[in-house]
């Protein structure tokens, strides 16, 4: 799986929009990008993936470039309960399609 | 939420003893995953299960088994404990392999071997 770099922390305001990088520079043209994240210890919650197209869906949008390697998480009304650690994943199909997570970005929305 | 849960969530067990976890899904989903998370890891696969009685390893699977004889039942075996599997152990699942199809965590079980 090709590897993703982000930023160890972020800071946003509430109600501001967040905006998470990820390189993704060596990413091959099977690999979608997906994104998860973690709030304190729970179970990683699925947020949004796509392959070469913008997404949005209830949660956030993903804005992937055109050469497809970065892209950017949006969630444009960050809440407290937003804070996480947010992962930004490259994943192919095949050897259990399993999810390699990094170090991920901590978000921190605050007041 | 996806309806998984895991049992027990809590556990503590001494050096030497088996231990059997058990990911438990009402999704009716094919695919199922167990993973670690240690600091400075991330999330490691261990096993996965493509169907009943279908299971293929992981990347850390060594002093590891499982088993899934139900498609909503994967259990996850540590045959004899180790303080180097104290870890923090998530159960996914998902409707298929194919890379376009999302996994669904449950909420983990914390296990500490001493």
């Known amino acids: 799986d090709a590897k993703t770099t982000q930023p160890p922390s972020m800071d946003c305001a509430e109600g501001r929009a967040a905006n998470l990088p990820c390189n993704h520079s060596?990413?091959?043209?099977?690999?979608?990008v997906y994104w998860y994240r973690q709030i304190h210890s729970q179970g990683p919650q699925y947020i949004i993936h796509?392959?070469?197209n913008n997404e949005t869906n209830e949660m956030a949008s993903l804005i992937i470039t055109e050469d497809r390697k970065s892209s950017t998480l949006i969630l444009p009304h960050a809440t407290l309960r937003d804070t996480a650690v947010y992962y930004c994943i490259v994943r192919v199909t095949g050897g259990g399609n399993k999810l390699t997570f990094g170090t991920g970005t901590q978000l921190k929305v605050e007041l | 939420d996806a309806g998984i849960t895991q049992s027990p969530r809590h556990k503590v067990t001494e050096t030497g003893t088996p231990v059997t976890l058990r990911c438990h899904q009402t999704e009716n989903h094919r695919y199922m995953y167990w993973y670690r998370q240690d600091p400075g890891h991330g999330l490691r696969l261990i096993h996965y299960s493509y169907g009943v009685k279908d299971t293929d390893k992981g990347e850390v699977s060594d002093g590891y088994s499982v088993s899934r004889s139900k498609t909503e039942d994967f259990l996850l075996t540590l045959e004899s404990a180790t303080s180097s599997q104290t870890s923090v152990y998530f159960c996914a699942i998902s409707e298929s392999l194919l890379s376009s199809y999302e996994q669904y965590f449950g909420p983990g079980t914390r296990l500490t071997v001493t």
């Open positions: 796509g392959l070469k």
């Open positions: 060596t990413i091959s043209g099977n690999e979608y």
